[in-house]
C-alpha cells in the first residue's frame, strides 16, 4: 500500500541524524510496548505482517509525529482490537471494562530465552525459482489498497537479480490472514540513475529483498 510510512525517495524530511550513545529506551513505557508486543506475538493471534501491517494504515498526521515505540504501541491497540481482545472504550478508559478472552498460549518467564527468538519465515518450495542471478526483471507497478513490502520508489523500475534468497512466506497475504503462499524472495539491485534520474549519483546501486509476484521480466 502507499501508506506514510513508505518514504523512500521523498523529500523534505532532511537528513537522518543519528543518536550519539542512544540508550536502548528514552523512557520505561517504551520497554513496557517492546514486553507486550513480543509477548502478544508469542501467541500467534497475528502475524508480524499482520502487525506492520496495522503501523502502515496510521493517519498520516500521526504516523509522522509518532515516535517509534509510539507507532509500535498504537499499531498493538489496533491488532488488539481488530480481534477483540479488547475494545476502544477500554483503551480510552485505560482499564478493562468487560471479562478478558483466554487465549491458549501463555508465555512464562522461563520460556523468554528460547520461545522469543527470530522467527524463521523460509519455506519448502512448490515451483523452481522462476528468475535466475543476472537475469534482468522489472518490478511490477502496483499499489495494493493492503499490505505490501515492494517499495514504491521501485515499482515500474528495472534491475538485475543478485541472489535467489529462497522461499518464503509472503507478507501481502499473511498479513490479511489468507495463508503464507511462500514464494520466491531474490535480491535485486537497481541503478540510481534508473530509480533517481540523471541527476542520480552514477555509482549509486540500491538492493531490495523482492517476492517473485513483485517481478517480472524486464
Not at 86 to 93: H, K, L, M, P, Q
Not at 110 to 125: M, N, Q, S
Not at 175 to 194: I, M, N, S
Amino acid at each position: 500500500m502507499s501508506c506514510a510510512h513508505d518514504m523512500g525517495g521523498m523529500e523534505g524530511f532532511g537528513p537522518v541524524q543519528p543518536e550519539a550513545d542512544e540508550p536502548w529506551f528514552h523512557e520505561k513505557w517504551e520497554g513496557r510496548v517492546l514486553a507486550m508486543q513480543r509477548a502478544m506475538g508469542f501467541t500467534g493471534v497475528w502475524t508480524i505482517d499482520a502487525s506492520r501491517a496495522a503501523i502502515e494504515t496510521l493517519p498520516p498526521e500521526i504516523y509522522r509525529a509518532a515516535s517509534y515505540y509510539e507507532k509500535w504501541q498504537l499499531g498493538l491497540e489496533k491488532c488488539l482490537i481488530d480481534h477483540d481482545l479488547v475494545g476502544a472504550d477500554e483503551i480510552a478508559a485505560g482499564h478493562s471494562l468487560r471479562p478478558g478472552q483466554k487465549l491458549e498460549r501463555k508465555l512464562m518467564a522461563a520460556d523468554i530465552a528460547t520461545r522469543l527468538k527470530r522467527g524463521a519465515y523460509d519455506r519448502p518450495a512448490q515451483t523452481p525459482a522462476r528468475f535466475a542471478p543476472g537475469a534482468r526483471v522489472r518490478a511490477k507497478t502496483i499499489d495494493p489498497p493492503t499490505h505490501t513490502r515492494l517499495p514504491r520508489y521501485a515499482r515500474g523500475h528495472a534491475g538485475v537479480i543478485e541472489a535467489i534468497r529462497g522461499c518464503h512466506v509472503f507478507p501481502d497475504t499473511a498479513a490479511l490472514g489468507q495463508g503464507e503462499h511462500p514464494h520466491w524472495l531474490y535480491t535485486v539491485v537497481f541503478d540510481g540513475r534508473e530509480l533517481w534520474g540523471v541527476a542520480a549519483d552514477p555509482k549509486l546501486k540500491v538492493s531490495i529483498e523482492a517476492w517473485e509476484p513483485y517481478l517480472e521480466p524486464a
